[in-house]
């Protein structure tokens, strides 16, 4: 477990989250909350088993979606 300290709107991110997760079948992260860091939101990253199966390039890939997605306007 790690955490994620992420810059956005919130409610953005969660939107993103939710469609990545829909498309892909894979859960990232959830859920967020408020930080020190005016603007940013932190969650905690789980990996359990099912979590190996998944290269470390699709992993960062997944998330690279969820941000880009939550900085386009719905």
Do not use: K, N, Y
């Not at 930080?35 to 969650?43: D, E, S």
Request: hydrophobic share 50%; proline share 7%; glycine share 8%.
């Amino acid at each position: 477990m790690f955490h994620l300290f992420l810059c956005g709107e919130r409610a953005a991110l969660e939107r993103a989250l939710l469609e990545v997760a829909a498309e892909r079948g894979v859960w990232l992260f959830h859920p967020l909350r408020p930080c020190q860091l005016p603007g940013h939101w932190t969650a905690e990253w789980v990996v359990g088993d099912a979590g190996f199966d998944i290269s470390p390039e699709e992993t960062a890939g997944l998330l690279r979606r969820v941000l880009d997605r939550a900085a386009t306007p719905a």
